[in-house]
T-cell receptor, first 113, second 112 residues
Framework: DTGVSQDPRHKITKRGQNVTFRCDPISEHNRLYWYRQTLGQGPEFLTYFQNEAQLEKSRLLSDRFSAERPKGSFSTLEIQRTEQGDSAMYLC???????????FGPGTRLTVT | EDKVVQSPLSLVVHEGDTVTLNCSYEVTNFRSLLWYKQEKKAPTFLFMLTSSGIEKKSGRLSSILDKKELFSILNITATQTGDSAVYLCAVSTTSGTYKYIFGTGTRLKVLA
């Protein structure tokens, strides 16, 4: 299966710790998105990469969040000094073209205690 | 502010029923509307719509877009218990942003 993969699938951390998630998109997709989803809500946009360039970042994203896609392939999302409000499912998606269908990974469920 | 509103929020039907899910949107410079199915995991892509009045169909699922009235519907005929999921609608625009705006979803439960 050459779909989008994410690692880890689950992460439990204590408040104040840093966490890093990885996303491997579909190899021929140059567009990569990170979303956050909480219970009963649709995915909320966090950031967008086209190849290695981070072209958009949500205004809602605090300075504790940073993302990279160093070689235009996999991407990482880091959350520093985690807070309980960061508990959510973090989804990664890739797309072959602007406005086109997105293919989602299985997500990383973060629990901050 | 761009927004996507789905209705109903939840729906319970019996196997064999036909359901219609609604998605309305208010965005600047519409590009496309997408439907996803989300079970207990990540959303899976169903349809992408860009043109008004052209129905997309896949098995028992179909969808159509009305760009004049700014809405789309997703129909599921002869529902099965495996159709139980959250159905998400998302819209993309060409107004200087790359993001997709998602609705909160419609939770469908199909009873045997």
């Amino acid at each position: 299966d050459t779909g989008v993969s994410q690692d880890p699938r689950h992460k439990i951390t204590k408040r104040g710790q840093n966490v890093t998630f990885r996303c491997d998109p579909i190899s021929e997709h140059n567009r990569l998105y990170w979303y956050r989803q909480t219970l009963g809500q649709g995915p909320e946009f966090l950031t967008y990469f086209q190849n290695e360039a981070q072209l958009e970042k949500s205004r809602l994203l605090s300075d504790r969040f940073s993302a990279e896609r160093p070689k235009g392939s996999f991407s990482t999302l880091e959350i520093q000094r985690t807070e309980q409000g960061d508990s959510a499912m973090y989804l990664c998606a890739s797309s072959p073209r602007a406005g086109g269908e997105q293919y989602f990974g299985p997500g990383t469920r973060l629990t901050v205690t | 502010e761009d927004k996507v509103v789905q209705s109903p929020l939840s729906l319970v039907v019996h196997e064999g029923d036909t359901v219609t899910l609604n998605c309305s949107y208010e965005v600047t410079n519409f590009r496309s509307l997408l439907w996803y199915k989300q079970e207990k995991k990540a959303p899976t892509f169903l349809f992408m719509l860009t043109s008004s009045g052209i129905e997309k169909k896949s098995g028992r699922l179909s969808s159509i877009l009305d760009k004049k009235e700014l809405f789309s519907i997703l129909n599921i005929t002869a529902t099965q218990t495996g159709d139980s999921a959250v159905y998400l609608c998302a819209v993309s625009t060409t107004s200087g942003t790359y993001k997709y705006i998602f609705g909160t979803g419609t939770r469908l439960k199909v009873l045997a």
